[in-house]
Structure formats: structure tokens, C-alpha cells
Nanobody, 118 residues
Framework: QVQLVESGGGLVQAGGSLRLSCAAS????????MGWYRQAPGNQRELVAS???????NYAASVKDRFTISRDNAKNTVYLQMNNLEPEDTAVYYC????????????WGQGTQVTVSS
């Protein structure tokens, strides 16, 4: 089992910044992928960014150049620095953990609300 605890959401004006954090605990595999997904009302959950345990990042086209994902493997924590936020970034952001070479199961955090006002 893996538990994910997120923090850092909130309300910000367009053009502002927020930093999300997600700490994983439990049975953490050494080789894994952690990432952030988001879901706005009426929309499907979509990938925002992910990062492998070797540090390789992957970004959705809509956030590339504005968001930066990073991780601290010693703390099993992933971060999402979000700059130049837009109203379209408003959503509930969910942390995700998976270790597909060991298990097909995905783990999810409880979600944190990000609201960007225009």
C-alpha cells in the first residue's frame, strides 16, 4: 500500500504562482513514476506532468514552459511549481504514484483545489 498526501493548492490571480507538494509513504518501490493529474468540472482527468525516479520529466503541452515538476527521492516527495497560471488551470489536482514494472496498481492522493481568478 502507498499513501499520498498533497498540499499547496489555493486561490491565485492569473499570472501568479503556486507550488504543490505530494509526499508518498508506505511500500515505495525504488523505480517508480510520480505525477500530477487534474480534473476540472465536466472534464476528464488529464495528465499535467510526471517524473520518473531517474528524474526524467514529462509534461502536457498546455503546461510546458510554465510548470516544472521535480522530486526528492530521499523524501519520496514530488513537487509541481506552477508559474504564470491561467484561469484554464483551475481544477482539482491529484497526485499519482505507480511502479508499473512491479505492479499494475495506481495510487492517488485526495486531491487539492487550484483556483485561478481572471
Amino acid at each position: 500500500q502507498v499513501q499520498l498526501v498533497e498540499s499547496g493548492g489555493g486561490l491565485v490571480q492569473a499570472g501568479g504562482s503556486l507550488r504543490l507538494s505530494c509526499a508518498a509513504s508506505g511500500s515505495i518501490y525504488r523505480i517508480n513514476v510520480m505525477g500530477w493529474y487534474r480534473q476540472a468540472p465536466g472534464n476528464q482527468r488529464e495528465l499535467v506532468a510526471s517524473i520518473r525516479s531517474d528524474g526524467s520529466p514529462n509534461y502536457a503541452a498546455s503546461v510546458k514552459d510554465r510548470f516544472t515538476i521535480s522530486r526528492d527521492n530521499a523524501k519520496n516527495t514530488v513537487y509541481l511549481q506552477m508559474n504564470n497560471l491561467e484561469p484554464e488551470d483551475t481544477a482539482v489536482y491529484y497526485c499519482n504514484y505507480n511502479a508499473r514494472i512491479y505492479s499494475t496498481r495506481d495510487y492517488w492522493g485526495q486531491g487539492t483545489q487550484v483556483t485561478v481568478s481572471s
